[in-house]
């Protein structure tokens, strides 16, 4: 019998769960278009407000005329141009590794690093909150998967200290994706040594946002020392750098593995070179143009100033990641769709994405947004407070 995926998806649909896919006609910017409408949008995760920057649109016409366009092989047969390389020594050199290796996405990337690094006799341990592309890789891998409480160090150091695994692979988000808050990473990274374990950090959300000169997790504050070979940094390059793909950067043997070994590098078109030449341009920008920080830092400080006196409740977060806890799904969709229909947009994330009863509005601040756009966002937000 063919599956009844009908009955499926209205089940789906009954709890308020069933997602939709919008048709952006602009390019993604703070303010969008959708079916001929402008929207303020609250829901990319350009950060930076890159990804529509007209000196990467002018890199990406120069890597064109350069490299052309598609890069024709995979990485290990002629497939892996200049322009990658290049951006993997900027890389690696702007991440404080030795040596980094460009994948496709960042969900590639995790899967390809987690199975090259552990497999059957081996066991991983992972937040619980992880992005689930880090799940998925675990699972695929066939190591013993071990679960610990969000940011529970007490619960990991004992999970740690309990297995007789061959090898030992922590893994964990450093700002995590639907909640925006930050794993302490120089504690983590201490115990992994303690342990002999390898840390794979995904700073997906930090990378470009956090650290001196947008270097990320790693360089946040006193934290500089935290460059362990026992880590494995992981980050993304279509968040705030605007344009696409992902790295790892960690020790040379690390990464020369990865090359051996890493299926989803291996089996794969390289990423057009065009674009690791934009995201050259990317680079220098996220270093030298603190200023984009800086307005991000203070979209942040006047969304949770604007909402203080409100009955809504942002989780505590410091990135530009600023969940607003709602509870159920219905209510979630509801407050979602009546800012969307003022004009405004902030995806309502539901099960199973979040656990049952934690659904939210996941807002996300951009240097792109302007002290007004916040403003109108919050206004709206306290028009439709349930109590008031
Ligand atoms: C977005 C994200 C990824 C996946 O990166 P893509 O390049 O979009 O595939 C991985 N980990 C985390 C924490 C993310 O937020």
Request: glycine share 6%.
């Amino acid at each position: 019998m063919f599956p009844d995926w009908a009955e499926q998806l209205r089940a789906r649909e009954q709890q308020g769960l069933r997602r939709f896919r919008q048709v952006v006609e602009s390019p993604q910017a703070s303010h969008i278009t959708i079916n001929g409408h402008d929207y303020l949008a609250f829901s990319s995760n350009d950060y930076l407000g890159l990804a529509n920057h007209p000196d990467l649109i002018k890199s990406v016409e120069e890597g064109a005329r350069h490299y052309g366009v598609g890069a024709g092989a995979s990485h290990l047969i002629h497939g892996h141009s200049a322009a990658h390389h290049i951006l993997e020594e900027s890389l690696a050199q702007f991440a404080g590794f030795p040596k980094a290796l460009l994948f496709s996405t960042g969900y590639m990337a995790n899967i390809g690093v987690v199975t090259a690094l552990v497999g059957r006799e081996d066991a991983i341990f992972a937040d619980k909150l992880n992005h689930a592309s880090l799940n998925d890789a675990a699972l695929l891998s066939r190591a013993k998967f071990i679960r610990f409480p969000h940011l529970d160090l007490t619960a990991l150091e004992q999970r740690l200290a309990d297995s007789n695994a061959r090898r030992k692979l922590v893994i964990s988000d450093a700002v995590f994706s639907m909640e925006g808050d930050i794993a302490p990473v120089k504690q983590l990274t201490a115990l992994c040594e303690k342990y002999h374990a390898l840390l794979l950090l995904d700073d997906a959300h930090g990378f470009g946002v956090l650290g001196r000169q947008g270097r990320g997790s790693l360089f946040v504050a006193d934290s500089d020392v935290v460059h362990s070979p026992s880590v494995v940094y992981m980050a993304t390059l279509g968040k705030a750098a605007g344009v696409f793909g992902a790295f790892v950067a960690a020790q040379a043997d690390v990464i020369e593995t990865l090359i051996q070994s890493a299926r989803s590098y291996i089996y794969t078109t390289a990423t057009p070179p065009l674009l690791s030449h934009a995201l050259l341009t990317s680079l220098k920008l996220i270093e030298q143009e603190e200023w984009r920080r800086e307005a991000l830092l203070q979209n942040i400080a006047q969304l949770k100033n604007d909402l203080l006196s409100s009955c809504w409740k942002l989780l505590p977060s410091s990135t530009p990641i600023q969940p607003l806890l709602i509870g159920e799904s219905h209510e979630a969709v509801r407050v979602s769709q009546a800012l969307h229909e003022r004009g405004i947009l902030v995806p309502a994330i539901r099960p199973p994405t979040v656990p049952q009863g934690k659904a939210r509005l996941r807002i996300s601040l951009s240097a792109a947004h302007q002290p007004n756009d916040i403003l109108r966002l919050t206004q709206a937000l306290n028009e439709l407070a349930p109590h008031s």
